[in-house]
């Protein structure tokens, strides 16, 4: 967090024409400038995750007093429940193919793009990206026609390019959803990974570039020991990005295939909306959120300190 | 060798987008045959005349209109107060020395940690609470604040970067630090305020999971929440659903090649030349 707010930040500054006016016009002009963003952010987000830490130790349904006061066990019963735990792994598994299959391809487009100095890049950037601003439901929809079982667009594929090919239920076959659902949403997202990844290359002075090939390098070495190392803060950006959005995925799944076969495609936020929301268990539910909220933190904090780390021993 | 490789970069990425592009394509060409032709066939040319009925019957319909009017009320909404609060607190954040002003950073920031969907059945406690579910207000309120974060990052960097002398001199010509404010600051940064209200603008344009459980009343939905009422109604019918879809997709594509610009600023944090 501190190096996001020295760099976002302007430094303190010294005696200024600002300094000679009141300090009490000052206190009434940030007072009121605060205060509709963090009423905001108090009532919208800070006020109910706290209070969900507190709804979570109790059996509740959201209508009359919380009076079923009932300990760690919604706690107990999330992590002994089987779905709950799938969903989570489920989760984990999206994030790791985010980070080892999704990112890559996005670098791999950019620099083809860039480097490759291919005409027509905007056009090129468009049609990878474009997903990024189109709703879920419509991506949702698309797509379960593209894995229709008898006439979707992947299986008229395969049938005529490997002979003798049945046509599968993708969706509906609880080995193969997760992959499927994981193709829609690297559709959907991988745009914007390439998207900074284009920023970082162009942010590159091309002169180190230069300078190692000066000295010998080839087009393999440039890359992995200047432009990689150059893009770190992208790729870092883009890594984070991609673990807090595998933790939100809902719509798409939801819309696809609610989360089954036999919860085979179960993610946390489809949880969370089926067994806490659309049954009222609130404190249940919020044990859960509670639960993901810690998820989320470990992830962002540990990753924090992992990249300071990376960053120390330069 | 060059020509190899020429060829081959061109290949790739020709490849990619042909993949990338398939099922709008394959959404396009369903939209305007029957529902026989396109599960029969699922790249082909109409054999039976384009049939517009698949379009006519939704834009004729009073749901849609109704739908494209919640989407508005929605999307405009959130837009204004997420415009309005962040460069109020971006305002500070840049141009106002103050004790505590990293602590008070420090707290939006977490709100970076919260995404809307992490934290949505606590906010949805909270809402009920508040009394509103089922209003517009239940929609906008909670996607600007969830956004406020990233937009003050944004419209702090630029505010920062207008020279402190034009403050002064404006101080010196007698105007207030409000007066500085609206008078000459936030007429600069119609840039950054446009990127930001571009990003607000697709994000609640798309949101989906809010509006799903916070308006019970079908005659308030907006569009995504439209075209999943439309599917469930449809959902054999894929000829009409596909068309659905591409009414959907035609403005988003519209508004990217207008918005182009400023969507991608704002994604990559890049500075924007005014």
Known sequence: ?314 | MKHVWGFLKYGVVIVLAIIMSGPVITALLGSIRTSGEFVSQPIGLPKNGIQWENYTDILSSSSFWSQMWSSIVITLGAMVVAVVVSSLLGFVFARVDFRGRTLWFNLLMIGLLFPLAVAILPLFIQLTQFGLINSYWGVILPIAAFSTPFNTVILTNFFSQIPRELEDASYIDGCSRFGFFTYILLPLARPPLTVVATLVVVASWNEFLLPLIVLNDPGKWPLPLGLMQYQGQFGTDWAKVMAFVMLLIIPAVIFYMFAEKYIVTGLTGGELKG
């Not at chain 1, 709703?135 to 949702?140: L, Q, Y």
């Not at chain 1, 993708?170 to 559709?187: E, K, P, Y």
């Open chain 1, 1 to 314: 967090m501190s190096s996001l707010d020295s760099r976002i930040l302007p430094r303190q500054k010294t005696i200024s024409a600002e300094a000679r006016r009141s300090q009490q016009q000052k206190v009434l002009l940030i007072t009121l400038f605060f205060l509709p963003g963090f009423v905001m952010l108090f009532l919208f987000i800070i006020a109910p995750v706290f209070q969900a830490g507190y709804y979570s130790f109790y059996k509740w349904n959201g209508l009359g007093p919380l009076q079923n006061f009932v300990g760690l066990e919604n706690y107990q019963r999330a992590l002994t429940h089987q779905v709950f735990r799938e969903a989570l792994l489920h989760n984990m598994i999206i994030m790791v193919l985010s980070l080892t299959i999704q990112l890559p391809l996005a670098m791999f487009l950019a620099l083809i793009l860039i480097r490759g100095k291919l005409r027509f890049q905007r056009f090129w950037r468009a049609i990878f990206f474009i997903p990024f601003v189109f709703s879920e439901p419509i991506t949702a929809y698309m797509w379960l026609f593209v894995y229709h079982p008898h006439s979707g667009l992947v299986n008229t594929f395969f049938s005529q390019v490997i002979p003798g090919f049945e046509s599968q239920a993708w969706l509906g076959n609880q080995s193969t959803v997760l992959t499927a659902l994981f193709v829609v949403i690297t559709w959907k997202y991988f745009g914007l990974h390439m998207l900074l990844f284009m920023a970082g290359i162009q942010n590159i002075n091309t002169e180190v570039e230069d300078a190692a090939r000066t000295d010998g390098a080839n087009e393999g070495q440039v890359l992995r020991f200047v432009t990689f190392p150059m893009m770190l803060p992208t790729i870092q950006l883009s890594a984070f990005l991609s673990i807090l959005g595998s933790l939100q995925l809902f719509g798409i799944v939801l819309l696809m295939t609610k989360g089954g076969p036999a919860y085979a495609s179960e993610l946390i936020v489809t949880y969370i909306y089926k067994f806490g929301l659309q049954r009222l268990n609130l404190g249940y539910g919020s044990a859960v959120s509670v639960l993901l909220f810690f998820i989320a933190l470990i992830f962002s904090v540990g990753y924090q300190r992992t990249v300071m780390r990376v960053d120390n021993t330069k």
